[in-house]
């Protein structure tokens, strides 16, 4: 599993521990130089919560050497300048390095299947975020390393409110909703309420509240 902490990130933990088993999943988590380092402290939280066992920490931090962005640094505002594809937030190849070395690490294990929480409804147009790019990456590193890995995205055709349906039904909604960090400037839980990513994942959460009130 590839873990970041975050909402989506948290409850696909929360979906591959039903699914696999408890004991079954391991998990690694990425510091690229984030601006938050706290990021790495709530995924070992969260996973420690939800009892996982084998948690490894990568260390990439010299993404900051190669590229610049906003997310990396925390001098530039976090901004969607209007007609742009996405966010100046997106940091170039990072799921594509962040697939290739789990499989590294999964291959050495004899693990198959990389669960990893992008979803490209709703969000960003970030393109390694996208259901084509994950298939190609898949075919790529299968060839790579001779190996069958199964890249699972379980969150890919998801919106945000269908991500909080997920949770709730995984007995997991309050957790996710009070302990995990999506927030651009850091702010574990409801976060700072103002960045694009909070603003994203609280339209989330109220169109699933809304939805479950018209079911009363
Ligand atoms: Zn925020």
Redesign the pocket.
């Known amino acids: 599993m590839v873990f970041s902490g975050g909402q989506d990130s948290t409850t696909c933990l929360a979906l591959a521990l039903h699914e696999y088993g408890k004991g079954r999943v391991s998990c690694i988590t990425f510091h690229y130089g984030q601006r938050h380092a706290r990021e790495v402290e709530v995924a070992r939280k969260v996973a420690a919560d939800f009892g996982v066992a084998d948690h490894r920490f990568v260390n990439l931090d010299w993404y900051g050497q190669l590229t610049s962005n906003a997310l990396l640094d925390p001098g530039r505002p976090i901004v969607t300048d209007a007609g742009a594809a996405c966010p100046n937030t997106v940091v170039d190849g990072r799921n594509m390095v962040f697939l290739l070395v789990a499989a590294i690490y999964a291959k050495g294990c004899g693990i198959r299947d990389i669960v990893t929480g992008v979803c490209e409804t709703d969000f960003s147009g970030y393109p390694d975020c996208r259901d084509v790019f994950v298939k190609s990456c898949n075919v790529t590193l299968n060839l790579a390393m001779a190996y069958e890995f199964r890249i699972v995205t379980p969150l890919m055709e998801l919106t945000k409110a269908e991500t909080w349906a997920l949770a709730d039904r995984l007995g997991v909604l309050a957790y996710v909703a009070e302990n995990t960090l999506t927030?651009?400037?850091g702010?574990v839980g409801r976060?700072?309420?103002?960045?694009p990513?909070?603003l994203l994942r609280q339209r989330g959460y109220e169109a699933y509240l809304a939805s479950q009130e018209g079911l009363c």
């Open positions: 927030c651009y400037n702010v976060g700072c309420g103002a960045c990513s909070c």
